[in-house]
Nanobody, 125 residues
């Protein structure tokens, strides 16, 4: 059974940077789609960035140019480097994955079968 554990969330000032990590285990052989999602208080969960095991990536418009998704040994560790953080980036950040290729369209959270518990990011002055 796939298990995901996020870490790296913190409170930072606007303009600051954070690096989130997601440690994964229990993967079977084959391709997986890995992603970061976030949920702000009172808002719907939204996709931030997605990475396929073949290296394909996609980002939310709000993340483009500021965030970088990457993997180490692809499935075992997933990162989200976040730069120039803004108050609107505040929320609980979740790592998620599903078997198979990534859907190369909008980031839909209901496509992802496995989720971590989340790590909190707060951007405030």
């Amino acid at each position: 059974r796939v298990q995901l554990v996020e870490s790296g969330g913190d409170s930072v000032q606007p303009g600051g940077s954070l690096r989130l990590s997601c440690s994964g285990s229990g993967f079977l052989d084959g391709h997986y789609c890995m992603g970061w999602f976030r949920q702000a208080p009172g808002k719907k969960r939204e996709g931030v960035a997605v990475l396929s095991t073949d290296g394909w990536t996609t980002y939310a418009d709000s993340a483009k140019g500021r965030f970088i998704i990457s993997g180490e040994n692809m499935k075992e560790t997933l990162y989200l480097e976040m730069n120039n953080l803004k108050p609107d980036d505040t929320g609980m950040y979740y790592c998620a994955t599903h078997m198979g290729a990534c859907y190369r369209g909008p980031m839909e959270d209901d496509l992802f079968a496995y989720w971590g518990q989340g790590t909190q990011v707060t951007v405030s002055s």
